[in-house]
T-cell receptor, first 119, second 114 residues
Framework: GAVVSQHPSRVICKSGTSVKIECRSL??????MFWYRQFPKKSLMLMAT?????????EQGVEKDKFLINHASLTLSTLTVTSAHPEDSSFYIC???????????????FGNGTRLTVT | AQSVTQLDSQVPVFEEAPVELRCNYS??????LFWYVQYPNQGLQLLLK??????LVKGINGFEAEFNKSQTSFHLRKPSVHISDTAEYFC????????????FGTGTKLQVIP
C-alpha cells in the first residue's frame, strides 16, 4: 500500500519551455504533498508544500512564479517548471502523507522522482 | 527549527562486514526520527522510524537504529551488509511545527565492496 506515482520519470526539454510533473497517490488520499529538489550529492531540498484546495507554501528562495504547484484533488499534485533553463536541470521528487495518518510522526511516501534535463 | 547532520558523505564497507551510518540532530522540541534509503534514480523508501518507547528500533532489510537523547544521535547499523545495500541513506527529523515539515540530512552513500 501507500504508493505514490510520479510521472514522467525522465524529461528533456528545450530552454524556455515549460514542463509539468505529476504526483499521484494511488491507494490513499493526501491532503498534503511535498515537492523536493535533489542536487547531485546533496540532500533533498524542500521546495514547497502543496495543500489540497489551497495555495502552496513555498520555502524561502524558491520562486513561486517559476515553480507552479497545483493540488486540485486529494490524489494529485502537479509541479510546473515554467520557462525552464539549464540550471533547473535536477531530480525532482514528490512525497505525500496519508490523510488518515497525517501527524508529524507518520512517514512520507515518495514517488520515484523525475529527472529533468533542460538543454 | 530542527537540523540533521550526517558527517559521512560516503562509507565503503566490504560485503558481510558490519556498518554504522551516523546521524546527529538538533532541535529545541521533541522530534521524531527516520531513516530512508534511496536507490539510484528512485524516490526514498522508509527503513525505520523512532517515535517513542524503546530506543532501539528495528527496520526492514536487517537494519536497526538506536536513539540516544543525551548525544542527540540516531545512528543506523547493520551487522552484515550485502551488495544490494549499496544506496544512499538519509536521516530525517520531523517536529510539530508549521505544516509537518520534514528535514533531511545530506545523505550517506553506502558502497558495499564485493
Amino acid at each position: 500500500g501507500a504508493v505514490v506515482s510520479q510521472h514522467p520519470s525522465r524529461v528533456i526539454c528545450k530552454s524556455g519551455t515549460s514542463v509539468k510533473i505529476e504526483c499521484r497517490s494511488l491507494d490513499f488520499q493526501a491532503t498534503t504533498m511535498f515537492w523536493y529538489r535533489q542536487f547531485p550529492k546533496k540532500s533533498l531540498m524542500l521546495m514547497a508544500t502543496s495543500n489540497e484546495g489551497s495555495k502552496a507554501t513555498y520555502e524561502q528562495g524558491v520562486e513561486k512564479d517559476k515553480f507552479l504547484i497545483n493540488h486540485a484533488s486529494l490524489t494529485l499534485s502537479t509541479l510546473t517548471v515554467t520557462s525552464a533553463h539549464p540550471e533547473d536541470s535536477s531530480f525532482y521528487i514528490c512525497s505525500a502523507r496519508d490523510r488518515r495518518d497525517s501527524s508529524y510522526n507518520s512517514p512520507l511516501h515518495f514517488g520515484n522522482g523525475t529527472r529533468l534535463t533542460v538543454t | 527549527a530542527q537540523s540533521v547532520t550526517q558527517l559521512d558523505s560516503q562509507v565503503p564497507v566490504f560485503e558481510e562486514a558490519p556498518v554504522e551510518l551516523r546521524c546527529n540532530y538538533s532541535s529545541s522540541v521533541s522530534v521524531y526520527l527516520f531513516w530512508y534509503v534511496q536507490y539510484p534514480n528512485q524516490g526514498l523508501q522508509l527503513l525505520l522510524k523512532y517515535l517513542s518507547g524503546s530506543t532501539l528500533v528495528k527496520g526492514i532489510n536487517g537494519f536497526e537504529a538506536e536513539f540516544n537523547k543525551s548525544q542527540t544521535s540516531f545512528h543506523l547499523r547493520k551487522p552484515s551488509v550485502h551488495i544490494s545495500d549499496t544506496a544512499e541513506y538519509f536521516c530525517a527529523v520531523s517536529a510539530p511545527e508549521g505544516y509537518q515539515k520534514v528535514t533531511f540530512g545530506t545523505g550517506t552513500k553506502l558502497q558495499v565492496i564485493p
